[in-house]
């Protein structure tokens, strides 16, 4: 017997106006451990992506998609992220007087993006917690999530074309990608009935599952559009063994509850959860700048070269 949705599909031979994306939650209460000594004291959000702090990126995006509001879920010592995107006097002032047109432009533009706000995840309790704690802040509408370490590059960007999904279906949705069978155990795996060459119907999630036990190679990534019944569901997902509420465990129930869709998304992700891919992205990044292009290409086959 299926659970009762807190806003249920429309019954057949109905269907109920499109409700709009405009809210989204970005979690960004991590230690950022991995990136010891340099997120001592600053946030692994701010560490710099070529040119730009890794979050703007993911609020950038966000903003592209039509989201109007957004929560961003902090800890302590996350103060630079909200100074980040809060205005800046004193800078204004200084680069107006150098005449730096273009600098203030670009600082100004940060402030006004978009409308953001802030709680604080007061415990590592797990992604799924800290979904949760935007709870009063979503209300009862759908929402997107943004996981930070996820930088999806491509023209169309990736939660609009989670957006495209959920106009047609009005059903949660989440962003998947193809990935080596011997690394799903860093990721929550779907088993999937295709729909078309991109869509699926979710019939299962199993968060981290040995490569033998994976039901596909199809993992969840940083990009998800939810429905606010994800909140009741989460409130009563117990912890795992490592102690943190899972997102992917109160998904799961959620799909028994409600059709639950994956798109393989277009574009390139870069996971910036490790050195070596956020050196990666940093120069991936580099290299779309037409100025620093040629100059970092010549210096990577001088290097390489010796």
């Not at 869509?199 to 969840?220: F, H, M, N, T």
């Not at 620093?292 to 290097?303: G, T």
């Amino acid at each position: 017997m299926k659970k009762r949705l807190i806003n249920p599909p429309s019954p057949a031979g109905g269907r109920s106006p499109l409700r709009l994306i405009t809210k989204a939650v970005v979690p960004a209460a991590g230690l950022g451990t991995r990136f010891l000594p340099a997120t001592k004291a600053q946030p692994k959000e701010m560490l710099p992506i070529y040119d730009k702090p890794a979050i703007q990126y993911v609020i950038e995006e966000a903003v592209a998609a039509g989201i109007r509001d957004i929560l961003v879920v902090t800890g302590r010592g996350k103060q630079a992220i909200e100074n980040h995107f809060d205005r800046s006097i004193e800078l204004e002032e200084s680069l107006k007087a150098q005449g730096k047109r273009t600098a203030l432009k670009m600082v100004r533009e940060i402030s006004d993006m978009v409308n953001l706000h802030y709680v604080r995840q007061k415990e590592a309790r797990g992604l799924g917690h800290a979904v949760l704690c935007a709870k009063s802040f979503i209300g009862n509408e759908p929402f997107a999530v943004f996981l930070g370490d996820d930088i999806i590059d491509h023209p169309r960007p990736a939660m609009m074309q989670l957006m495209e999904i959920w106009k047609k279906y009005q059903a949660p949705v989440l962003a998947v990608e193809e990935i080596p069978r011997a690394r799903t155990r860093a990721y929550g795996i779907i088993k999937p009935q295709a729909i078309s060459n991109r869509l699926y119907k979710v019939q299962d999630l199993i968060e981290k599952p040995r490569p033998s036990q994976a039901p596909s190679c199809l993992g969840i990534v940083g990009r998800y559009l939810l429905t606010p019944d994800i909140f009741e569901l989460l409130e009563k997902t117990r912890p795992g063994a490592s102690g943190e509420i899972q997102l992917t465990d109160a998904l799961r129930r959620l799909n028994h509850c409600r059709p639950v869709y994956a798109w393989r998304f277009e574009g390139q992700r870069h996971d910036i959860g490790n050195k070596l891919e956020f050196v990666k992205a940093t120069l991936a990044y580099a290299l779309k700048d037409k100025d620093a292009r040629e100059p970092l290409l010549n210096y990577l086959r001088e290097i390489t070269s010796s």
